[in-house]
């Protein structure tokens, strides 16, 4: 617990046996109440290894997506009554030794939401990060934060941290399946008022780390920009998008009805 508040680490896993090892021994797990891993149909050893950690592991039938790995990471976790949810990637790209300082400023009261951020302090071209890849990331950022009034330093690292709040108050129903969930997901919590803090992350690019390939990169891209444009004009009242409606379809007993 942080500040006395239960924090739950989801693990959205995809092959991810040579890594999870490593990244749950980093963890802070003084602190951390319960470790949660979705495996979305892998082919190598993912969910044994998580088993013979001591992880709780919940298996998809098929390879759904990464956007629906998260909805039941998150899902599973508001079962267990986590106050705090940090979605850490089990490739080892990003240090789980950051759970704590991110759950301490939700905790705090300060923030709703943290971003762990590559691009602060300048480590991502350093980490390896592929040239491509960091242009994308700064040009879609900048974007973004043009059309949705936001100061991040960018919108697409993949370590977060949530409060059970937004994970409730969120459409995340409403989100893809795919990569642009997590596009998606901090664009609702912008339209719906939560403050988002971050902090410098350092990340590292190795074989063993996940990683899109540059067509779905582009792909992801598309999305990003569609729904950096379906908020502004929603913001401006001329659509209605249920993505961004408190009348859109949220988290909980649900989830495995529409699935």
Same mark, same amino acid.
């Given at each position: 617990?942080?500040?006395?508040?239960?924090?739950?680490? #989801?693990?959205?896993?995809?092959?991810?046996?040579?890594?999870?090892?490593?990244?749950?021994?980093?963890?802070?797990?003084?602190? #951390?109440?319960? =470790?949660?891993? =979705?495996?979305?149909?892998?082919?190598?050893?993912?969910?044994?290894?998580?088993?013979?950690?001591?992880?709780? =592991?919940?298996?998809?039938?098929?390879?759904?997506?990464? %956007?629906?790995?998260?909805?039941?990471?998150?899902?599973?976790?508001?079962?267990?009554?986590?106050?705090?949810?940090? !979605?850490?990637?089990?490739?080892?790209?990003?240090?789980?030794?950051?759970?704590?300082?991110?759950?301490? !400023?939700?905790? %705090?009261?300060?923030?709703?939401?943290?971003?762990?951020? *590559?691009?602060?302090?300048? %480590?991502?071209?350093?980490? +390896?990060?592929?040239?491509?890849?960091?242009?994308?990331?700064?040009? &879609?950022?900048?974007?973004?934060?043009?059309? !949705?009034?936001?100061?991040?330093?960018?919108?697409?690292? +993949?370590?977060?941290?949530?409060?059970?709040?937004? &994970?409730?108050?969120?459409?995340?129903?409403?989100?893809?399946?795919?990569?642009?969930?997590?596009?998606?997901?901090?664009?609702?919590?912008?339209?719906?008022?939560?403050?988002?803090?971050?902090?410098?992350?350092?990340?590292?690019?190795?074989?063993?780390?996940?990683?899109?390939?540059?067509?779905?990169?582009?792909?992801? %891209?598309?999305?990003?920009?569609?729904?950096?444009?379906?908020? *502004?004009?929603?913001?401006?009242?001329? =659509?209605?998008?249920?993505?961004?409606?408190?009348?859109?379809?949220?988290?909980?007993?649900?989830?495995?009805?529409?699935?």
């Amino acid at each position: 617990m942080v500040l006395g508040k239960k924090v739950v680490v #989801v693990m959205p896993a995809y092959n991810a046996a040579q890594t999870l090892e490593k990244t749950y021994s980093e963890m802070p797990h003084e602190v #951390v109440d319960d =470790v949660i891993l =979705v495996d979305d149909f892998s082919h190598d050893r993912t969910t044994e290894l998580a088993r013979s950690l001591g992880i709780k =592991v919940f298996l998809h039938e098929s390879n759904y997506g990464y %956007g629906r790995n998260q909805k039941t990471c998150y899902a599973e976790a508001l079962k267990v009554d986590a106050d705090i949810i940090v !979605m850490l990637h089990p490739d080892y790209q990003y240090t789980p030794r950051l759970v704590l300082p991110m759950a301490a !400023m939700i905790a %705090g009261g300060e923030y709703d939401v943290v971003l762990a951020s *590559r691009i602060i302090g300048g %480590g991502a071209l350093s980490g +390896g990060m592929p040239y491509y890849k960091y242009i994308f990331n700064r040009f &879609l950022t900048a974007f973004q934060n043009l059309l !949705m009034g936001s100061k991040l330093s960018e919108f697409h690292t +993949g370590y977060r941290a949530f409060s059970r709040k937004v &994970l409730e108050t969120l459409p995340l129903l409403e989100n893809s399946d795919d990569f642009v969930f997590d596009n998606q997901m901090l664009a609702q919590t912008l339209i719906f008022g939560f403050k988002i803090g971050e902090l410098s992350c350092p990340t590292k690019y190795f074989p063993e780390a996940s990683s899109i390939n540059f067509w779905r990169s582009s792909r992801y %891209g598309i999305g990003v920009i569609l729904t950096s444009l379906t908020f *502004r004009l929603q913001k401006l009242r001329f =659509v209605h998008s249920r993505l961004f409606s408190s009348k859109g379809q949220r988290l909980g007993e649900g989830y495995y009805k529409k699935y």
